[in-house]
């Protein structure tokens, strides 16, 4: 299993990024996927968690109506669009992979047993 993040970068406040999240060695159709973030000094926290079938995705309020994730099962990449950042939104960001059912459990960080190396993206004028 593999995930390798890219698209991070330094943007000013108000502009957009998109991540990328390319994944190997399991056929993503068929798991969970996410976009986590974490902060220096903060717990890795779940913004764009899309359901096996992508049918749910979870967004925490923080990020809701700014960004969208896209899971492309025939590239096997999960993207993230980001929107209006915020200095609030500089912050590691990880995809991991699930193998959960339930659409409750998609948001905790402890149900992803595969993570990239992550991407940073920093929000700043």
């Known amino acids: 299993v593999q995930l390798v993040e890219s698209g991070g970068g330094l943007v000013r406040p108000g502009g957009s990024l998109e991540l990328s999240c390319r994944t190997s060695g399991f056929t993503l159709e068929y798991y969970a996927i996410a976009w986590f973030r974490q902060a220096p000094g903060k717990e890795r926290e779940g913004i764009a968690c899309i359901s096996r079938d992508s049918k749910s995705i979870y967004y925490p309020d923080s990020v809701k109506g700014r960004f969208t994730a896209f899971k492309d099962n025939g590239k096997n990449t999960v993207y993230l669009q980001m929107n209006n950042l915020k200095p609030e939104d500089t912050a590691v960001y990880y995809c991991?992979?699930?193998?959960?059912?339930?659409?409750?459990?998609?948001?905790?960080?402890?149900?992803?047993?595969?993570w990239g190396q992550g991407t940073q993206v920093t929000v700043s004028s």
């Open positions: 991991g992979v699930s193998n959960i059912l339930r659409d409750g459990d998609l948001r905790y960080a402890s149900n992803y047993y595969s």
